[in-house]
């Protein structure tokens, strides 16, 4: 699992790299998810030239997370000439100025977010004594979607071949199934490296 929250957090700090290497103008909230957004982009691409060469495992995600270290070292060092307290305190000064100007759009939010964290995590693999249960009309592209994240997380599909027809390549998006993949080879169950990710996009996209 520390992997995992190793991969996430250095993708969503090279995203941040690449948004202030864009010089794009934006609030600080929109900068921070144009990070998660285009970190986690690029960084599942990185990793995924890795596991071409490495298999997807423990030293490719290690090996991801260095180098998309090394890649934000310029911003790391930015930042660390800033005392701390400062920071937050500049930081926080905007955030609740930004809440204050937006009062209906935070509170929606979080609405939103509680509603649909508890939905998808009550209602979608839900682990019983029998197997895995999902109230949600998904029983049409889920079984896909699964497929295809246990092949890349048994190293099963370097050529890119469709888990379900014999023979062809993946025409569909495989990038989000790929960086679900990472989670599950980084230590996050199954079930969470599904929902979360998901969850969390669906509300960055939502706010940008």
Do not use: C
Request: hydrophobic content about 55%; glycine content about 6%.
């Amino acid at each position: 699992m520390i992997l995992a929250i190793g991969l996430l957090i250095s993708q969503v700090l090279f995203g941040y790299t690449l948004v202030s290497w864009a010089n794009i103008k934006a609030s600080q909230l929109e900068r921070f998810l144009y990070s998660i957004v285009s970190g986690i982009m690029v960084g599942s691409w990185v990793l995924f030239i890795l596991q071409m060469f490495l298999e997807l495992n423990a030293v490719s995600i290690f090996l991801s997370i260095i180098i998309l270290v090394i890649a934000s070292y310029k911003t790391i060092r930015k930042y660390s000439f800033i005392k701390l307290s400062q920071h937050r305190k500049i930081k926080l000064e905007i955030i609740k100025k930004q809440a204050k100007e937006n009062k209906f759009v935070v509170v929606f939010f979080i609405a939103l977010f509680v509603i649909l964290s508890f939905l998808n995590y009550t209602h979608n693999l839900e682990p019983k004594q029998d197997g895995l249960y999902s109230g949600r009309n998904n029983w049409g592209d889920l079984a896909g979607h699964l497929s295809m994240i246990m092949t890349f997380v048994e190293n099963a599909n370097k050529n890119l071949e469709h888990p379900l027809y014999a023979y062809r390549q993946i025409s569909y998006p495989f990038l989000f199934n790929f960086f679900t993949a990472s989670l599950v080879s980084g230590g996050l169950p199954i079930r969470e490296a599904l929902l979360l990710p998901g969850i969390v996009l669906a509300m960055t996209i939502f706010l940008l």
